[in-house]
Structures are given as structure tokens and as C-alpha cells.
């Protein structure tokens, strides 16, 4: 079994994707890679020790959610204008773009949490 895999359900359950929907697998699949991998390097180590499955998961949640946005975005239709007797007031309708670097790139922002399992290179 791929180390990452420890992780997919769990990853699931925590985005809020069913278990049994199959749709987002390859999305999932690629994202906790990404970040096993991204650790890995980081810390300099060839498995992930079993202290750090939490915090794997928490990474993983946030790239995920980063990485596909729209997934979780509000039903709710945003306000465009508000008007107060004569006054009205328009806002713009527009869509904030999001991107994501590599797994890698996104684990250094949890550097706090890693660098206690982080081993030296010879």
C-alpha cells in the first residue's frame, strides 16, 4: 500500500466528499501525494513518522481547498449593490483567481510544524 493512501479517507471525510463518490479520487490522489511528498523532502526523510499524520492531513485539506476553490464556493448569490434611499451602491461582480504552486512549494508554509522531524543531509 502507497504511504499516502493511510490518508485518503480521512482526507475525504474532512472535505466533506463522501466515501463512496468516486468523482474527486484522482484530485484527492494527487494532492495528498503532493504534500507526502513535499514532506519527504523537506524533512529529509523516506516515511512519514506516525506523529505527523495529523498535521499531513491538515495540509493536504488546505492545498486541496486552495488548489480547487470552486468546489466549496457558497449557493448563496453575492450582493452587487446596496441601495439606501437615493444612494446606490454598485460592487464589483468579479472573482478573485486563486493559484497554487507545487505541494512542495505549499508544505513551507507549515514549516513551524515540520522542522522538529526535519533530519540534516551529509
Not at 472535505?15 to 501525494?33: N, R, S, T, V, Y
Not at 451602491?89 to 505541494?103: E, P, Q, R
Request: proline residues 3%; positive net charge; glycine residues 6%.
Amino acid at each position: 500500500m502507497e504511504e499516502h493512501l493511510k490518508y485518503f479517507f480521512k482526507l475525504k471525510q474532512l472535505l466533506g466528499i463522501p466515501i463512496e463518490a468516486i468523482a474527486k479520487d484522482f484530485q484527492i490522489k494527487f494532492a495528498l501525494e503532493s504534500i507526502v511528498q513535499g514532506i519527504k523532502t523537506f524533512c529529509n526523510i523516506t516515511s512519514i513518522p506516525r506523529e505527523l499524520d495529523i498535521v499531513v492531513l491538515q495540509i493536504a485539506e488546505d492545498y486541496y481547498r486552495a488548489k480547487y476553490p470552486t468546489e466549496f464556493e457558497q449557493s448563496a448569490p453575492a450582493v452587487t449593490s446596496i441601495k439606501r434611499g437615493d444612494v446606490t451602491t454598485n460592487f464589483g461582480s468579479a472573482k478573485a483567481i486563486v493559484t497554487v504552486g507545487s505541494g512542495a512549494a505549499f508544505v513551507l508554509n507549515y514549516e513551524g510544524q515540520l522542522i522538529a522531524f526535519r533530519r540534516m543531509r551529509w
